[in-house]
Structures are given as C-alpha cells and as structure tokens.
C-alpha cells in the first residue's frame, strides 16, 4: 500500500517558519524516479502546486510566484522524503498542504493544516 504521509505543519505568525516533511512507502518504483511535489488549498479555492522538483528523469524545480524566495523544496531520496521549508510565512500562505508523487501512477498524501496567524 502506498502512503505519503506529511508531518510539521502547525500555527505560526506572520514572519514565522515552518518545515514540512513527506515520508513515502509502499511505492512501486524507486522514489527517486517519481516527480515530487507540494501543493496547497486554501478554503473555497482550487489546489494548486507550491513546488515541483523532477526525478531522475529530470524536470528541475519548480516554484508558484506567490512563494518564490521565501519556501526551498528538497528530498532525500535514500530516505524517501521530500521537505518543504517555509520562511518569511504570510497570512495567505494559510492552507492544507499536500505531498504528491508522480511517475506513471499519481499519488497524494493526507494532508497538513499550516495556520499562519498573530
């Protein structure tokens, strides 16, 4: 069975930081194959990708204008994690974030509720 299974996310103020993990199992091919990435949705809006990093296949990285300079997105592929650190944290950055994988089959994690507030 395959899980992706996020952790980290929190409340935080404004200005603050936040560091999202993602372990993977279960995969059918090596993790380090598959795109990963990190998307986010925020009540009564869409999902939409945060950041993208490519495979062994390539693809590179990839972040959303709204994030650019302030979150770096990296993964460990002998441990089969992919990390999403955040800084320089806004309001509008609120949101439940969601790992995702790809390569031939698609898969998503659960969920973490990131909460940026005073």
């Known amino acids: 069975q395959v899980q992706l299974v996020e952790s980290g996310g929190g409340l935080v103020q404004p200005g603050g930081s936040l560091k999202l993990s993602c372990k993977a199992s279960g995969l059918r091919f090596r993790f380090s194959i598959y795109t990963m990435a990190w998307y986010r949705q925020a009540p009564g809006k869409p999902r939409d990708v945060v950041a993208r990093?490519?495979?062994?296949?390539?693809?590179?990285?990839y972040y959303s204008d709204p994030v650019k300079g302030r979150f770096t997105i990296s993964r460990d592929d002998y441990k089969n994690t992919l990390t999403l650190e955040m800084n320089s944290l806004k309001p509008e950055d609120t949101a439940i974030y969601y790992c995702?994988?790809?390569?031939?089959?698609?898969?998503w994690g659960q969920g973490t509720q990131v909460t940026v507030s005073s």
């Open positions: 995702h994988g790809h390569w031939i089959d698609t898969y």
């Open positions: 990093m490519g495979g062994d296949g390539g693809g590179g990285t």
